[in-house]
């Protein structure tokens, strides 16, 4: 029950922090220094070849909430950030990834390597239990705690994203992500994926997820596993990296690193303002031909 009051009231903290509250609450972020509610995008713009786009202005975008256009006097600010951003890897240690941990320290060591000196991270590890490796720190090395893990236990897949999303609470980043490497099956969470995602989209923090399952295990357990990490990387606009290895699982890591540090931010008043708790579809388009443009799926309203 106390879990269960804590996650309720960690959610409204959090809400207040993405939507309009006093801006005392917001002095961590000059984009939402302001008493207007706002909603603030993460843009990724690729071109054919899959490179990030430069240049593109406030009126290259069309931003659509719920299949309605947002007037171009409703954004409230637009940059093309190449800033630091803070990140919190969560690193799978249950059970079920015995044969694969070693992998999965791999690619947490190698996501370390691709941050710029301004970047930091923070690293936790979880099974039925969450447990920080080490705090926010432009250090590239994976500390020695991690080495000595062995994996056991249940997997709280949806507590730790909640964790991670308060760890990043008080970071001063404009940019900020969640990395899960883990095989997505959530087995002990008091947490529900829908409350995991919403307290890192009123975060601001999109969720790259790599799936560490198997590659010989169970199909049906394999596809479940997928779509539950697909889910995560989707709806925060960020990225799902299928089971990696080898120069797949280098380049991955490579490409989430750089995609960090060259982000569009676009923040919107709404033209719902309504209170309701109730979910908003967000649809973003560039009027320029063969780009694609990545971004979250949507955000809750707050409610009350």
């Known amino acids: 029950m106390q879990a269960k009051k804590f996650l309720q009231l960690f959610h409204l903290c959090l809400l207040a922090s993405c939507f309009g509250f006093p801006a005392e609450a917001q002095q961590n972020d000059d984009v939402l220094r302001t008493n207007t509610d706002l909603v603030v995008l993460n843009v990724t713009v690729t071109d054919s070849a899959g ?112 964790k991670a999303a308060a760890a990043l609470n008080d970071r001063p980043e404009k940019r900020k992500a969640i990395v899960v490497l883990s095989d997505g099956l959530d087995t002990h969470s008091q947490a529900s994926s829908s409350k995991a995602l919403d307290l890192a989209l009123a975060q601001g923090a999109s969720i790259y997820t790599v799936d560490m399952s198997a590659t010989d295990g169970s199909a049906s357990r394999n596809a479940q596993s997928a779509a539950i990490l697909k889910n995560f990387a989707e709806k925060s606009g960020a990225r799902f990296v299928a089971t990696p290895g080898g120069p797949a699982l280098r380049d991955a890591f490579a490409s989430i690193a750089d995609e960090l540090g060259h982000q569009y931010t676009v923040a919107y008043r709404p033209l719902n303002r309504a209170r309701d708790g109730k979910w908003r579809n967000i649809e973003v388009k560039v009027a320029r031909d063969a780009l694609t443009v990545r971004t979250r799926k949507g955000y809750r309203a707050p409610k009350g």
Not at 57 to 76: C, L, Q
Not at 77 to 103: H, I, N, W
Not at 105 to 112: D, M, N
């Open 51 to 162: 490179k990030y786009v430069r240049g593109l202005k406030a009126a290259d975008f069309r931003i659509y909430e719920d299949g309605v256009a947002v007037p171009v006097d409703s954004i409230a600010s637009f940059s093309l950030q190449e800033t630091p951003f803070a990140s919190v890897v969560l690193l799978d240690t249950s059970g079920s990834m015995e044969s694969r941990l070693a992998l999965a320290r791999s690619a947490a060591i190698r996501f370390l390597d691709g941050l710029r000196e301004e970047d930091v991270a923070a690293v936790f590890k979880f099974d039925t239990n969450i447990e920080q490796l080490q705090d926010f720190s432009s250090g590239r090395d994976l500390a020695p705690l991690a080495f000595g893990i062995k994996a056991n236990g249940m997997t709280v897949l949806n507590d730790a994203i909640v």
